[in-house]
């Protein structure tokens, strides 16, 4: 099963809910078959962004072109768009194969089609063997992946996906990325995702689209916005833990404002290094441990090592930052 793919183009789009301008002039173009990831923390914007592309919302100024066509009036019905939410929103008095099934039954097409379809979709999210079940006797990863399928038969040009993971507990999450990674190769599907979580959007998307108080702040693959953030910003939220951003004088006397090194970019010694501090705690993660080392001249740095060597809380430590990966805002 194969859906067609068309590319989303968004020029000076705008939205305020009365005096409070929520998306501030957004030019963003997709490509046809995009992996496209809307990233940010709460209140940035990005579901907005979705739900004006959906059709859901209204667009207070700007245009939104879907597969070469203006759709920024158009109901969300005719734009060649399925959009999957959060929320599994399946009927618990339909089984599986209904609940698939139920836009292409609402809107009429021939049974045979719709069985064709729903057959289909099945086979690629291998939910075959769960057809005649009601949602009430799936999981939370089978019943997201009966949310999928209940857009797939629709022939979307565009997917769209709010949040889809964030209900599933942390395996089945990181089950569900490979999954819709795997999907979205097959399929060959626009697919635009929302997402607060940077793992889900740095391991899953073609483009990644940082959002920040209703603006772009970056728009490049995970890998360019991993080893080039353009501001502290995009620095702090991609990287996991998060980059070390040192501000006031310590930031000055390297001759910048926001000074900004990764954790695993700090090599650690128990003799000498740049910066002398004090081991404040350690988290033993099996195959790295993360330390967090108090210094007089640049104030907490938190250390990613590898392996679960290291020196114990309390202790005296330098640490050296690598040469070419600090960045200077």
């Not at 968004?10 to 002039?25: E, Q, R, T």
């Not at 064709?116 to 992946?145: C, F, T, W």
């Not at 979307?156 to 089950?175: M, T, Y």
């Not at 993360?290 to 005296?316: F, W």
């Amino acid at each position: 099963m194969t859906a067609s793919s068309s590319s989303v183009v968004l020029k000076n789009l705008a939205k305020s809910f009365g005096a409070v301008d929520i998306i501030k002039g957004i030019d963003l173009v997709i490509e046809p078959g995009e992996f496209c990831v809307f990233v940010g923390p709460s209140g940035c914007g990005k579901s907005t962004l979705l739900r004006l592309i959906s059709g859901l919302e209204e667009a207070t100024s700007g245009t939104i072109e879907i597969a070469g066509r203006v759709v920024t009036d158009a109901e969300p019905s005719e734009r060649g768009i399925a959009m999957v939410f959060q929320s599994y929103a399946l009927y618990p008095h339909l089984t599986v194969r209904q609940n698939i099934g139920f836009g292409l039954s609402l809107a009429k097409r021939p049974k045979a089609e719709i069985e064709a379809k729903v057959q289909a979709a099945a086979s690629v999210l291998q939910l075959g063997p769960l057809l005649d079940r009601k949602p009430k006797a799936l999981s939370g990863g089978q019943r997201q992946r009966v949310a999928i399928g209940r857009a797939m038969v629709r022939d979307p040009a565009v997917f769209l996906l709010d949040e889809p993971l964030s209900n599933l507990d942390a395996a089945l999450r990181a089950q569900m990325r490979i999954e819709l990674t795997d999907l979205h190769k097959k399929l060959g599907a626009t697919m635009i995702y929302v997402t607060h979580d940077q793992v889900e959007a740095m391991t899953m998307a073609d483009k990644i689209v940082v959002l920040n108080a209703g603006r772009i702040e970056q728009v490049g693959s995970p890998m360019e916005l991993y080893n080039h953030p353009v501001s502290p910003f995009v620095a702090g939220f991609i990287g996991s833990p998060k980059m070390n951003l040192i501000t006031g004088p310590a930031a000055a006397a390297l001759g910048c404002t926001t000074y900004g090194i990764r954790p695993e970019h700090l090599d650690l010694s128990t003799t000498e290094g740049q910066w002398q501090g004090r081991i404040r705690h350690v988290e033993r993660l099996g195959a790295e441990s993360v330390l967090y080392l108090q210094t007089e001249a640049m104030g907490e740095l938190v250390i990613r090592l590898p392996g679960q060597d290291c020196p114990a809380p309390g202790s005296i430590a330098f640490v050296t930052p690598r040469a070419g990966r600090s960045f200077r805002f």
